[in-house]
């Protein structure tokens, strides 16, 4: 036994030095892991550019969708800089590559591109530190006040017949009393008439969809979980 | 106020300032970007992240770059004690530990550090004074393990390659890949997606992946500021050159050197894996000091200071014309000692 132990202690002091003389000289064999294991994490997580993910409705100034990803850090001041709070984080249902990168949400305002709030200048381009909601040079925004379109296009409203409310005959008209850019048309003279959209007309701005009573109790058609006026990004058709 | 209670506050402030300002609406930004109006100062590694991506000079990231820079050269790894929310997490993580779990990891450094200090007494050819208790104390049998080896310290070391990848990604994919998964942009991120599951009743998968990512970053890969963070790789970068407010021992009231006692008090204390007084044994060095005083606050004969410049006997290389600037200043500083010294002695 006392044998033994002397062996193990002497192989335990031995170990030591023949290591060392294997290790090598900058870099021990843990950063060497954590630096390849790091990198190869990383680089597969850059992959995800080609997976791509969900279009969606950008705030102003990131219609440009891949200066967008290639700009934006995630640091949330558009989130906070919005007046309307329309501002959300992309979910991961998106797609991972936009998780947490800006989208708007219309659910219960609309975008007015700062008319009201800041004299026509939308305050999320103005805050982003990373260009990655820029307005282009040539950029005119609409103005809900004298019902130009502009032509920065966040989406086109789109009208789903089968949920919307003025296809059952119930005379709503919600979306075309809300639209600053009379880009939603009513058809049909009695009193019920039908709402179409002018797709030309139409710049993204959230009006209708804010204000659509489709999935309001009373209304709710069985399996709709979308109002029926929502606006899709365009890049979607 | 402690210290290192004093850094949880304000970290802890900062945090949740911040993430009110995030719910409320109220413009300060998070950590990644802060800033009210045009006015912002961004996350080096995000401004550097987003500028290689999109191949343009970008005002505002340049600038917060080279005012971080500036930061990192004066106070080193500051913000990493001070402003950080991982620190906070860390406190948080060693607060509900087990009593016993706590204790036997206090004891595992404890025993390392005084191990190292009695092995460096010891090759000096000093009797050192507490020695007898190593036999009862120290779970590293020296005599079979051929001593505390000291860390072979590179130029770079894991993070500057977790670094790399990160910028080397970013530049093939076009995009800042590693704020997807940046601990402190995904702390804001989890108050906020939490904040909209109850205030918007947006119910998505991102309330559970988001804070799991932390959680796998700050748990499952140890040590992650040490080994793994590459914005403190960054700091590293530039945090080497600072030479101001870094803590130096005055050795005639260090224990080690003045009564030949073993201690290694301010290894064991230290956040940032740096042993002070036997630097090449720490497995950090001085480079990374994150100014948290926790060295300062533990030493037994409070011979740590943070001076504003780092003084002579300090071991300090530094260029012939660098001495020269430095002894020039350390003369203007002794001729405000000698008249400030009586003027602090009349204060107490």
Redesign the interface.
């Known amino acids: 036994m006392a044998e033994q132990k002397d062996v193990a ?1 002497e192989q ?2 031995h ?3 023949e290591k ?1 003389a294997h ?1 090598p ?4 064999r ?3 892991f ?3 294991g ?6 597969g ?5 080609y997976a791509g993910h969900t279009p969606l409705n950008r705030p102003p100034g990131g219609q440009d969708e ?2 967008l ?9 558009c ?4 007046p309307r ?1 329309i501002i ?2 992309a ?3 998106d797609g ?2 936009g ?2 990168s800006p989208q708007l949400d219309f ?1 219960s305002n609309y975008c007015d591109f700062c008319r009201e709030e800041n004299g026509g200048v939308p305050l999320c381009t ?2 982003c ?4 909601l820029q307005l282009p040079a040539d950029a005119e925004l609409g103005n809900p006040e004298t019902g130009e379109r502009g032509n920065v296009i966040i989406g086109i409203a789109k009208i789903d017949e089968y949920s919307c409310l003025a296809f059952r005959d119930t005379g709503c008209r919600a979306c075309y009393d809300a639209c600053k850019y009379d880009a939603i048309r009513l058809e049909g003279t009695d009193t019920n008439p039908r709402v179409y959209v002018e797709a030309d007309k139409c710049n993204g701005c959230g009006a209708c969809e804010s204000v659509c009573k489709s999935l309001s109790a009373g209304s709710i058609v069985s399996g709709a979980t979308y109002r029926a006026i929502i606006v899709e990004p365009v890049e979607a058709e | 106020m402690k210290t290192k209670n004093l850094r949880t506050f304000i970290a802890a402030a900062i945090f949740v300032v911040l993430a009110a300002g995030l719910i409320l609406g109220v413009s300060f930004g998070t950590l990644s970007g802060f800033g009210w109006g045009d006015f912002s100062l961004l996350c080096p590694l995000g401004a550097l992240g987003t500028m290689i991506a999109t191949k343009t000079m970008i005002p505002r990231a340049l600038i917060s770059l080279v005012a971080m820079i500036l930061f990192f050269v004066v106070l080193g790894r500051a913000f990493c004690a001070w402003a950080c929310p991982v620190g906070v997490f860390d406190r948080l993580r060693a607060f509900f530990r087990s009593p016993k779990k706590r204790k036997e990891l206090e004891q595992a450094k404890h025993d390392e550090m005084l191990a190292i200090s009695r092995q460096e007494l010891e090759a000096k050819g000093v009797s050192v004074k507490n020695a007898a208790a190593s036999e009862e104390g120290c779970t590293h049998n020296c005599m079979t393990c051929g001593g505390c080896k000291p860390v072979k310290h590179g130029k770079l070391d894991s993070r500057h390659a977790v670094l790399g990848g990160a910028l080397l990604s970013t530049a093939i994919f076009g995009f800042p890949v590693f704020c997807l998964v940046c601990p402190v942009g995904l702390t804001f991120a989890t108050v906020l997606v939490v904040w909209r599951l109850f205030s918007a009743g947006d119910v998505t998968w991102s309330v559970i992946l988001i804070p799991a990512l932390l959680v796998v970053e700050l748990v499952l890969l140890r040590k992650w500021c040490t080994r793994f963070c590459p914005l403190a790789g960054l700091m590293n970068l530039f945090s080497r050159f600072s030479k101001t407010w870094v803590p130096t021992i005055d050795d005639s009231k260090c224990l080690e050197t003045a009564k030949e006692s073993a201690c290694g008090r301010c290894a064991m204390a230290c956040e940032a894996d740096i042993n002070i007084r036997h630097p090449e044994f720490g497995e950090r060095t001085m480079a990374d000091c994150t100014r948290c005083r926790a060295c300062v606050d533990a030493c037994p004969t409070k011979a740590i200071s943070m001076p504003f410049l780092v003084r002579a006997g300090h071991k300090v290389t530094l260029a012939d014309a660098e001495q020269e600037v430095l002894e020039g200043v350390q003369q203007v500083e002794r001729s405000v000692e000698t008249v400030l010294n009586p003027l602090d002695k009349a204060g107490e």
């Open positions: 202690a335990a002091a170990e030591p030095s060392r290790e000289m900058s870099m021990s843990r950063s060497l954590i630096g390849v790091s990198t190869a994490a990383l680089l997580l850059g992959a995800l550019r891949s200066a990803v290639s700009a934006c850090i995630r640091c949330e001041r989130y906070e800089a919005c709070k959300i984080p979910s991961i249902e991972l590559l998780m947490r659910s103005q805050v530190p990373t260009n990655a």
